[in-house]
């Protein structure tokens, strides 16, 4: 897939002395460049290419230099990093215990109509096989381990969230609140009876300009987003942060920010809780 990359001359000081967020390098005068379509931000050829010519959920580039203009002027960052949201190293599905006492349950009852007087027999067999199943289904037939056979071997992507004091950065990309007109953090229930069955949180930002774009959070454990939610907190100085759970017990930790933060904080009332 074709895309515009530009040779940065003098005529370019406002490009100049950029950082591209995925080297970390200063791009200089002679560098090509590509600027993203949606967000305009920077990156070096070579960095376009290692992402696989994608940025903001899409491939499509300028075709020129943009002019001078304030959200591209190179910005003083801040080192004051606030806290990470690292990705969990077994995020277990909500259903993997579910699935196998089930199917275990289902196995023994299956057992006992074929053997009705051995019942332990029954038992033991039915629970074996289902943790059987359980470990083909979840091991040698998991996405990793396809991959791995058919020698799709593939660098593991750093997915974690880095909070500083005047952004925001996953691996590929930085966001800046004075560019942010709204955060808002959600998590809904699939189910709101079962509190463990949630679905992944998510991180929308809104811009200024009219984009939006939505981040999948690394992790569902309660304990790491706690910490996320009361640095995010912190933000709400400098634009609004909106925060909303379904999760009985991080929608009280949610209220309980709101009381304890001064800045504009809005709080979605999760009204099923209550029903």
């Not at 006492?101 to 109509?113: D, E, P, S, W």
């Not at 381990?145 to 058919?150: P, V």
């Not at 995010?232 to 009381?259: D, G, H, M, N, R």
Request: a positive charge; proline letters at 3%; one cysteine or more.
């Amino acid at each position: 897939m074709s895309y515009y990359s530009h040779k940065l001359n003098s005529t370019h000081s406002h490009i100049i002395e950029r950082t591209d967020p995925i080297t970390g390098d200063a791009v200089k005068e002679n560098d090509r460049v590509v600027f993203c379509a949606v967000c305009k931000s920077c990156f070096l050829e070579e960095s376009w290419g290692y992402m696989k010519r994608r940025h903001c959920e899409q491939h499509q580039t300028l075709d020129a230099v943009p002019a001078l203009s304030p959200t591209i002027l190179v910005r003083k960052r801040s080192e004051k990093l606030l806290t990470i949201l690292k990705e969990s190293s077994v995020e277990n599905s909500d259903y993997t215990v579910f699935s196998f006492i089930l199917m275990a349950v289902c196995l023994t009852i299956l057992f006992c109509i074929i053997y009705p007087d051995k019942f332990i027999f029954s038992v033991l067999w039915g629970g074996s096989i289902s943790l059987g199943l359980f470990f083909i289904t979840h091991v040698f037939f998991s996405k990793d381990s396809i991959n791995f056979l058919m020698g799709n071997i593939k660098i593991k992507e750093n997915k974690n969230i880095y909070l500083f004091e005047d952004r925001l950065e996953t691996q590929k990309e930085i966001f800046y609140w004075g560019d942010i007109k709204q955060i808002k953090f959600e998590r809904k229930m699939r189910n709101y009876r079962l509190n463990s069955l949630s679905t992944i949180p998510t991180l929308s930002l809104y811009f200024k300009d009219g984009d939006r774009q939505i981040k999948t959070l690394p992790t569902k454990d309660h304990t790491r987003i706690h910490l996320f939610l009361q640095q995010l907190a912190k933000i709400s100085k400098f634009t609004e942060v909106y925060l909303y759970s379904e999760q009985l017990q991080e929608y009280q930790t949610i209220k309980q920010i709101k009381k304890n933060t001064k800045g504009n904080i809005i709080v979605g009332e999760p009204y099923k809780l209550y029903s």
